[in-house]
């Protein structure tokens, strides 16, 4: 059994994270080989995915494709995920550092739950994972980039909120909507004319799922909903009562919907 | 030079023993009982913010009395031992069982090597997955380990507790009538509830919580 670092520390040092026991543990990821160029490796990569702010809360999307290079490598990846149950966490890049990123996120977060028992503030979460993105930048040199999005409720000011990032560990708050991967600029560009801060539920799922289909129309790596295999984005909504991970046969009409009107 | 005075190991066992007790039985105690749905822990504390019961991981719940420093240097460790499991291999690989033996060897080791033992006495409970029976399990201050079913007692007055838990103990009960049997085996007038349950409620985590009132709420019902 680790034995807590306070018996030596004293009280000048907060007690230590998850991460922390990890790399005490000597199990945390380490990034001390530095050769080479990574963009020889073929690495599956993440697109787009998106926050949403919305009147109630905050809607997360994110589409479905892995691409290695020109080839599609999943079809079913999961790239949005809840980090507990009022705040979600999505990736971008390459997916296999970005899955580990958000487990050890999932994880400090539950572990501090059960320390202090209280949450992290929702400011406290985004500077931490602002933490985890500055570590790898020794890799996103090499050209391996992982970009997250972290969304949730605060309850302290009663309304959603989402944050962005760039690689160096940059945190960024949007009081509209976020979004980061190959798609995003052209998701963006859809709802800078679609957007409205007092629109409710339905509305905000629909906004948010028209502006991933016209990231689709130009990006070719995101792929809008795929009706012929009935794979659809994956959808998260985070409001004052928590998280809901929609389920498929609420989102496919909506899904369906989008790709009749975005062109 | 001074020569160190021969001790008998049986005298220094019973003088450690000893004082842990006596540290230990100036705590309240603290029942835990299985219902049909899950495991209930109950505890009496006035205190609304210096915890004795916690949640370690999905399905395991921790509760200790004695020293608040010693048994919460224990639950950081439990928790940290847990979560450390779980991240390397898989969350269905964190059991109760590995868990309450590094606690006994903990507790084992302080027991004999340090200056003074521990003052604290642990529970541990495990909700079972799918028809697996539930598991709980007492630790003592000396690293002893015994393993329960049906309900438990730690703290000062556990042997009185643990009887009447059993004079009103029957398995398949109901949440209410639980905390009904748990609290009607403390004596006197409580100054305040802890409490938390283990539910199989379908969720990953299944522990949570109940308010003083919503205990006090329980107990009224009809």
Known sequence: MTQPRALAGGITEPPAGFAEVLLA?????????????????????????????????????????????????????????????????????????????VRLFQTELEHYEKLEGTRLSLEGRA????????????????????????CGFDHTTGTG???????????????????????????????????????????????????LVAAAEQDVATSGPDVRRGIYPNVIRIDVDGLVELPDDVIAPVAEAALETVR | ???????????????????????????????????????????????????????????????????FNEFELLRVAGIRHADVKGYMYSRADVSAKSLVNAFAQTLGNIFTHEVKPFEVELLVAELGVGDEPNRMYRVLYDGTLYDQTGFAAI?????????????????????????????????????????????RNGHRRTFRKLTSEEVEAFIAEK
């Open chain 1, 25 to 101: 543990a000597g199990l945390a990821p380490t990034w001390d080989v530095l050769l080479g160029d990574a963009s020889k490796l073929s690495l599956a990569d993440a697109t787009t995915v998106l926050a949403v702010r919305y009147a109630d809360g905050v809607y997360m999307v994110g589409d479905r494709q892995a691409t290695e290079g020109y080839s599609v490598a999943h079809r079913r990846m999961k790239k949005v995920f809840p980090s507990d149950d009022f705040s979600a966490v999505a990736i971008s890049g390459t997916a296999g550092l970005a899955i580990e990123l």
């Open chain 1, 161 to 211: 909120r989402l944050f962005t990032f760039d690689v160096v560990g940059g945190r960024y708050e949007e009081d509209d909507f976020g979004g980061t991967g190959s798609g995003a600029k052209e998701a963006r560009s859809y709802l800078r004319s679609h957007f409205d801060p007092t629109m409710g539920a339905e509305e905000g799922l629909s906004v948010a799922i028209k502006s």
């Open chain 2, 1 to 67: 030079m001074t020569m160190p005075f021969y001790v008998p190991p049986e005298q220094l066992v019973k003088d450690r023993a000893d004082f842990a007790r006596k540290g230990i039985a100036r705590g309240r105690s603290i029942a835990a009982l299985e219902y049909d749905t899950g495991i209930l822990l109950l505890a009496e504390n006035p205190s609304g913010t210096l915890h004795k019961i916690s949640e370690i991981y999905d399905r395991i719940a921790f509760a200790g009395v004695g020293k």
């Open chain 1, 127 to 150: 500077n931490f994972l602002a933490r985890l993105v500055r570590q790898q930048l020794p890799m996103a040199f090499q050209g391996l980039v992982v970009v997250p999005l972290f």
């Open chain 2, 155 to 199: 703290g000062g007055n556990s042997d009185e507790l643990s009887e009447r838990l059993a004079a009103a103990y029957r398995p398949g009960l109901t949440l209410t009538e639980a905390v009904k049997v748990a609290a009607g085996a403390f004596e006197g007038e409580v100054e305040g509830w802890e409490s938390a349950v283990l539910e």
